[in-house]
């Protein structure tokens, strides 16, 4: 099973203390830095602003099917599949596949090509069909979101949404009961602006990558 790798690098979300911290009387490092997470998590899986390409090339492999890992950087991990892409022929550009269907399976299996179709496996493991029968360049695109033990995040996001984030953690932490920081009155404002900074985010998602075929979510299934 071919690996791809994404090597990008990332913003420690301790960063994010600078903004949270001053605003939160008798909280702890650890407990700021698991609210912070949990607000970057939220974010990127409402929002969908990260999204991360995946290029690779198939292998010939005519007695085995091959399926390809696109695995994300350390912190990260995938929550929806949106494409796959592949050279139509060798040093073309390359053009969107078709998820298969049932009914053209056997069709794919019989023969051999550039690929034409994919089946994916989970969101981040794909097959190519039909085999292919020289070394063909494609490209998955997914759709990323920190991991519940995430240290860092990708430092495009860091620097574009940090604010949301921020407003979000606060947002959580203030509209606790009972503790030292609670603060219903300012965790209404949090929120608001929280809620805002997703709006306008989802405005950059439907700008940049409108017309994207969503093809796989985490919680299995076609869209």
Not at 28 to 52: E, N
Not at 131 to 145: A, E, G, I, Q, W
Not at 151 to 179: C, E, N, P, Q, W
Request: with cysteine.
């Amino acid at each position: 099973m071919p690996i791809i790798l994404n090597t990008a690098t990332g913003t420690a979300l301790t960063e994010l203390y600078k903004d949270v911290l001053p605003e939160c009387s008798g909280l702890t490092h650890d407990f700021a830095l698991h609210k912070i997470r949990d607000a970057a998590i939220d974010f990127c899986s409402r929002t969908w602003v990260w999204q991360s390409d995946y290029a690779g090339t198939t292998a010939i492999s005519p007695t085995v099917e091959t399926s390809y890992t696109a695995v994300p950087p350390e912190d990260s991990e995938a929550i929806a599949l949106l494409w796959v892409k592949a050279e139509p022929e060798i040093g073309a550009d390359q053009k969107e596949l078709k998820p298969l269907k049932i009914s053209e399976l056997a069709l794919a299996e019989a023969a051999s090509g550039p690929p034409q179709y994919f089946t994916p496996r989970t969101v981040n493991v794909v097959t190519l069909y039909p085999d292919p029968d020289d070394t063909y360049d494609f490209t998955m695109r997914l759709v990323l979101r920190p991991t519940r033990d995430a240290a860092v995040i990708d430092d495009d996001i860091f620097t574009r949404y940090r604010a949301a984030i921020a407003h979000g953690a606060m947002y959580m932490l203030m509209s606790m009961a009972r503790k030292p920081w609670s603060d219903p009155t300012a965790a209404v404002f949090h929120g608001t602006e929280y809620t805002r900074l997703m709006r306008e985010a989802r405005i950059d998602y439907d700008r940049t990558y409108s017309g994207q075929s969503l093809m796989v979510e985490l919680n299995g299934g076609f869209a």
